[in-house]
């Protein structure tokens, strides 16, 4: 294509009074003006990557190129989409009865799919059905590709984007399904793939849509293209929510929840305060919970519209911890302040190593705080403060990511006269975790004033725990009970969710996912 454009422009043939229709891919006209080639267009750089609902990916095409590109996109991506296969003999070869029940079958089932925030693979069969004579045969495509049309244009959900594979598809979609006049062009979803965006008057403005030619690309293609623009499985990992913290000057909550009730109110509360979170399970929790809770808080994090991860609080056991890296938390708390030092510093070691290499985040806790969190109590006299000396050798030796700390906090209530902080402790540590690339924690952060906590977080704290006022906006509602058990959940989740949100102001991450 470039030898083409230069002897175009070497041999002055269109200054010599020469003139050309070309009927060409997007590959000549940004080479023969000069376009300097730019990076795909990523759903990030639209402003839709927090879009909740599915995107809808529409196969019309038959060319062998799209049938081994839909076999490499399922074995590469079946786990993130969802497929629907449309019977191309009961489109074009059955009763009209037969036919309207397929389509009206596929939109229903499309429409449950994007609604549940997964991508949908909607593809023609792909046995090629011919008919007797070339009218026949170009009867059956107008039926199909009529049907895909009527498919789409039955599906309500408003998708995330729309990718159309085939050329006649691509096109009887925008402008019959979509009702699209006129698009912009944006860029490329891929080179020779075009990225639209539909116009006001189409049935979704402003939804991406992308326009894959059914000969473009390689096997792979449309697989590359469908891994870019899915859903993440994660938004974010433990250690970019702090990060980010970090580099904002504010604090991420980690609350810990103990039913479907507890992760739904912190996600509510998360996505309406526009507010990072990090769900949170103590080992007391996932005993009664199990694996179930932990899949419950996973898939709450993934269907999440803004950052929100799940992590494992004050692991006291190796057993637990060891399994706890199997069941997809984001990260973990090594809780080996029962110890003497160099025990809790071989435990915290020994467990880094093992997270470290699942890209897990790793806190451990060096000091011992009093009071009681799910039927754990500490006396007071157990209780010390951290040493910087110690915590220095302690981060070294063990490589951990973030240090909790004890400067006067405790777990549970505080004391009637009140917390009773070591602000000038706090200072110092935060040099040190600075210094050290560590993140400050702060567990016991119910009961704390608003002084308080907006003097813990000048000095460096980007996390904190909190679970006794939660855990009592909870079992207050339950004092007041409707006569439906739905309802009771509901004014639970609604108190527990209220708590939540004020934390998030407090903390300063409203507005920062």
Known sequence: MAVFAAGMIKENAELKGKRFLCRTAASFVSTRIGIIPKAPILPKDLGINKEKNGGLIVVGSYVP???KQVEELRQQCGQIFRSIEVSVDKLAMRSVEEREEEISRTAAIADCFLRARKDTLILTSRELITGKTPSESLEINFKVSSALVEIVRQITIKPRYILAKGGITSSDLATKALEAKCAKIVGQALAGVPLWQLSPESRHPGVPYIVFPGNVGDS???????????HPLRLSSTKELLSNAEKGGYA?????????EGAEAVVAAAEEEQSPAILQIHPGALKQGGIPLVACCVSAAEQASVPITVHFDHGTSKQDLVEALELGFDSVMVDGSHLSFKDNVSYTKFISFLAHSKDMLVEAELGRLSGTEDD???????????????????????????????VGNVHGKYPASGPNLRLDLLKDLRALCLKKGVFLVLHGASGLSKELIK?????????FNVNTEVRKAYMDSLNNPSKDLVYVMASAKEAMKAVVA?????FGSAGKA
């Open 502 to 506: 004020g934390k998030m102001h407090l």
């Open 252 to 260: 991420v909550g980690a609350f810990n929840v103990y039913n479907l």
């Open 376 to 406: 754990l109590t500490v006396e007071d006299y157990e209780a010390r403060l951290t040493d910087v000396n110690q915590a220095q050798q302690f981060i070294d030796e063990t490589g951990i990511d973030a240090l909790a700390v004890c």
């Open 220 to 230: 792979k293609a449309l697989a590359e293209v469908v891994k870019s623009w899915a």
């Open 455 to 463: 003097g813990c977080i000048e000095r460096g704290v980007r996390k």
């Open 65 to 67: 190129k799209t049938t």
